[in-house]
């Protein structure tokens, strides 16, 4: 990730308590842009999804797993990372569909991907299976919020 004003990086076991510690981390660490409360939501959310999704798929269970979240800031502009080591994903373009899930026994929505596309302004997934997934998102800080539809 470029150097920007500010940034950060932080590494944390890929357990489902982090997903709360993930949402809390960046809502930290944009105060310093002072952003509109809806823009800190909307960044809130896209951060959560992407840490579940590591939490959920990357590890498949595996009792050891961490989730790395990296943030940078500057020029109006909020640049976020969430990466994995864990299992990747086969079929990116096909993960990232609406409705998609791999795990409808868990009653999973599918729309992990389809909330980060919504609220942040990019969002690109690189992954390889076997070495892990990356969620590259970035969110223009001065935008106005989206309106829920």
Avoid: W
């Avoid at 930290?28 to 959310?45: G, K, N, Y």
């Avoid at 076997?130 to 935008?143: C, F, I, N, Q, W």
Wanted: glycine fraction near 8%.
């Amino acid at each position: 990730m470029r150097r920007m004003n500010n940034h950060m990086e932080l590494t944390f076991p890929a357990i489902a308590p982090n997903e709360a510690f993930a949402r809390m981390a960046i809502s930290a660490f944009l105060v310093s842009a002072d952003p509109p409360v809806s823009i800190v939501a909307e960044v809130r959310t896209a951060v959560s999804e992407a840490v579940t999704n590591a939490v959920v798929h990357a590890y498949q269970g595996a009792p050891e797993g961490a989730v790395t979240m990296r943030a940078a800031l500057g020029g109006g502009l909020l640049r976020v990372e969430i990466e994995d080591a864990g299992c990747g994903i086969e079929d990116v373009p096909r993960a990232m569909e609406p409705l998609f899930t791999t795990r409808p026994d868990e009653e999973r929505t599918g729309l992990g991907f389809s909330l980060m596309q919504s609220f942040m302004d990019a969002v690109r997934v690189t992954s390889r299976p076997g070495r892990g997934t990356r969620v590259a998102m970035e969110k223009r800080l001065d935008a106005p919020a989206r309106e829920a539809t």
